[in-house]
C-alpha cells in the first residue's frame, strides 16, 4: 500500500507538469532556455505545426557547377543529408530535403521565422580553414589551398591594373596557407561571453586537438586567421597552446553565429549549391480544415470515453482519467522535443487513442474473466493485468515495428508526411502502454481499501 501512494504520488506529479506543459499559456524563461540549449529558447505556448496546418517556406537548391560537368550521386546524396542537417540545426522539425533529378535538392521549411537565415546557412559551402599568414606569398611562388578576402582581391587588381607595387594587407586580407581544415572539429555551439557578446565554442577530435596542440604551441605570438568560405571570422593571436577546444570571435549577431556555428557543426558542401528559387507556401488545409479535423478529434474521444464508462463503470472511469492523463502526457512530448504535427502526425495520435483504450479493454476483460471464476477482487486484479500484458506488449511491439519501417521510409526517400504518422504513432505507443499498465493499474489498486472494494465488489459498479 505504501508503495502504490508513492506510484499515485508520482502519477499526480507527471499529470500536473504535463498539463501544465501542454496548456497555451505562459512558461518560465528558464524551462523554455532548457528546452534549447545554444539556441533561440523555445516557445512552448503552441505545438509546432507542419508547412500543410502552417505553411512556410520552399527553397530550390542546384549544383552550382556547369552544365556539362558530370556530378557523382553520392556527392549529391551527402550534400543532401548535410543540408537536413543543418535544417535541423536550425531548429525545424519534420522539414522536407529531397533529392529532384540529378543536380537539385528541395527544401520545404514548415514555420520558419527568419527566411533569409535559413537560405544563408543552406547554400553556404561550410568549408572552414585554420591558415597561417607567415610567410605567404602574394605574387610568385605557389600557395596551395588558400584563401582570400573579397576586398584584397579588389584592392590587388587595382594596383597591378596602375602598375603599382602590391599593398600592405592586414592579416585579414592576406593570402593564407592553410594547416588545418573543419574536420578536425568534433562540435561547434553559439554562446555568448561574459560581456554578452557573441561567440563561437567548438570542440575538437582527439586527432584534431593533438594537431591544434602542436601547431599553437609552436606558433605562440603568431595570429591564426580563421576562414569560413574565403571569408575571416577571425584572426587571433595564439597567446598558448591549445588542445581541446576554443572560441571564434568576432563582432557576431545571434544570427550570424547560429548560422555559422550550424555550417561548422556539420561539415563542408562536397557539392557547392545556388538557390535558384524561394517561395512562400501559405497552408494548404486552411483554418476551417484544421477546425473541422480537431471537432472530429474531441468527438471521436467523447464517444470513447462514454463507451468506456458505460460498458465498465467504475474502471472505465479510472480508464478515462488515465486517457486524459495520456493525452497532455502526448501533447506535453508534442512540445518538449518539439514535434511538428501534420495532418498525418494527428492522425497517428488519434490512432495510438485508439490503441490506448484497447490496451484498458483486455486488461478489464481479463478482470471480468478472473471474477467469475470465483477470485477475489485483489487477486483478479493483479492477475486481469499480469495476464493481459502479453496480448498488449505483442500488438504495441508490432506497432512500433512497423512505425521503425514507416518512419525509416520516409527518412530515406524524403517522405516526412510518412515519417511524421510514425513518429506520432510511435510515442502514443509508448505511452499508452505506460498509462495502461502503470497509471490504470495505480488507479485500481489504490481502491483496493476496505471501501473501496466494497464498492468493486459490486457488479453494477465494475459491469458484468
Same mark, same amino acid.
Given at each position: ?35 534549447? &540549449? ?7 505556448? +503552441? ?31 551527402? @550534400?543532401?543529408?548535410?543540408?537536413? %542537417? ?6 525545424? =522539425? ?19 521565422? +527568419?527566411?533569409? %537565415?535559413?537560405?544563408? /546557412? ?11 599568414? @607567415? ?9 596551395? +589551398?588558400?584563401?582570400?578576402? &573579397? ?7 587595382? !594596383?597591378?591594373?596602375? #602598375? ?31 560581456? #554578452?557578446?557573441? %561567440? ?15 601547431? =599553437?604551441? @609552436? ?6 586567421? *580563421? ?7 577571425? !584572426? ?14 568576432? %563582432? ?17 558542401? &562536397? ?6 528559387? /524561394? ?18 478529434? *474531441? ?20 480508464? +478515462?482519467?488515465?486517457? *486524459? ?47 467469475? /471464476? ?13 495476464? @493481459? $500484458? ?17 518512419? $525509416? ?10 515519417? #511524421? ?44
Amino acid at each position: 500500500m505504501r508503495n502504490n501512494i508513492s506510484a499515485l504520488a508520482a502519477v499526480i506529479v507527471l499529470f500536473l507538469v504535463s498539463l501544465y506543459i501542454a496548456l497555451p499559456v505562459d512558461h518560465p524563461a528558464w524551462l523554455e532556455n532548457a528546452m534549447a &540549449p545554444g539556441e533561440e529558447s523555445r516557445d512552448l505556448r +503552441n505545438l509546432t505545426l507542419g508547412l500543410d496546418l502552417e505553411g512556410g517556406t520552399q527553397v530550390l537548391l542546384e549544383a552550382d557547377l556547369p552544365l556539362e560537368q558530370e556530378i557523382d550521386p553520392e556527392a549529391m546524396r551527402s @550534400a543532401r543529408v548535410i543540408v537536413e %542537417q543543418r535544417v535541423n540545426g536550425l531548429g525545424v =522539425t519534420e522539414p522536407l530535403v529531397q533529392a529532384q533529378g540529378e543536380r537539385r535538392i528541395v527544401v520545404e521549411l514548415p514555420g520558419i521565422s +527568419n527566411p533569409e %537565415q535559413a537560405i544563408n /546557412t543552406l547554400r553556404s559551402t561550410g568549408q572552414l580553414e585554420f591558415v597561417d599568414p @607567415a610567410g605567404a606569398q602574394l605574387f610568385g611562388g605557389v600557395v596551395i +589551398n588558400t584563401s582570400l578576402h &573579397p576586398e584584397a582581391v579588389a584592392r590587388l587588381q587595382d !594596383a597591378v591594373a596602375a #602598375g603599382e607595387a602590391a599593398p600592405q594587407l592586414t592579416p585579414y586580407e592576406q593570402v593564407f596557407e592553410t594547416v588545418m581544415t573543419g574536420d578536425i572539429l568534433r562540435t561547434a555551439l553559439a554562446t555568448q561571453d561574459q560581456f #554578452g557578446q557573441w %561567440q563561437i565554442q567548438f570542440d575538437l577530435t582527439a586527432e584534431g586537438s593533438e594537431m591544434f596542440y602542436e601547431y =599553437t604551441r @609552436a606558433n605562440i605570438g603568431l595570429p591564426l586567421v *580563421i576562414v569560413l568560405d574565403g571569408r575571416v571570422l577571425s !584572426a587571433p593571436t595564439i597567446s598558448a597552446a591549445i588542445r581541446d577546444n576554443g572560441v571564434i570571435t568576432g %563582432q557576431f549577431t545571434q544570427e550570424d553565429a547560429d548560422s555559422l556555428a550550424i555550417q561548422m557543426r556539420y561539415g563542408a558542401l &562536397p557539392v557547392p549549391l545556388q538557390v535558384v528559387d /524561394t517561395r512562400t507556401i501559405g497552408a494548404s488545409l486552411g483554418q476551417d480544415s484544421v477546425d473541422s479535423s480537431l471537432r472530429a478529434g *474531441i468527438i471521436g474521444l467523447s464517444m470513447v470515453l462514454l463507451f468506456m464508462l458505460i460498458l465498465y463503470r467504475l474502471p472505465g472511469l479510472l480508464a +478515462n482519467v488515465a486517457l *486524459i492523463m495520456y493525452v497532455a502526457m502526448n501533447m506535453a512530448i508534442y512540445k518538449l522535443i518539439p514535434v511538428t504535427l501534420t495532418l498525418p502526425g494527428i492522425a497517428g495520435f488519434l490512432l495510438s487513442i485508439g490503441m490506448a483504450v484497447d490496451a484498458n479493454i483486455l486488461i478489464f476483460e481479463r478482470l471480468r474473466e478472473e471474477l467469475r /471464476t470465483g477470485r477475489s477482487l485483489r487477486l483478479a486484479v493483479e492477475s486481469g493485468f499480469s495476464r @493481459a $500484458w502479453p496480448a498488449i506488449r505483442d500488438g504495441n511491439l508490432s506497432t512500433l515495428i512497423s512505425c521503425a519501417v514507416l518512419y $525509416w521510409f520516409g527518412n530515406s526517400f524524403g517522405a516526412s508526411i510518412v515519417k #511524421g504518422f510514425a513518429i506520432t504513432l510511435a510515442i502514443g505507443v509508448a505511452l499508452s502502454m505506460f498509462t495502461a499498465i502503470f497509471v490504470t493499474r495505480t488507479f485500481m489498486r489504490s481502491f483496493l481499501t476496505a471501501r473501496g472494494q466494497k464498492m468493486l465488489e459490486s457488479r453494477a459498479m465494475i459491469g458484468y
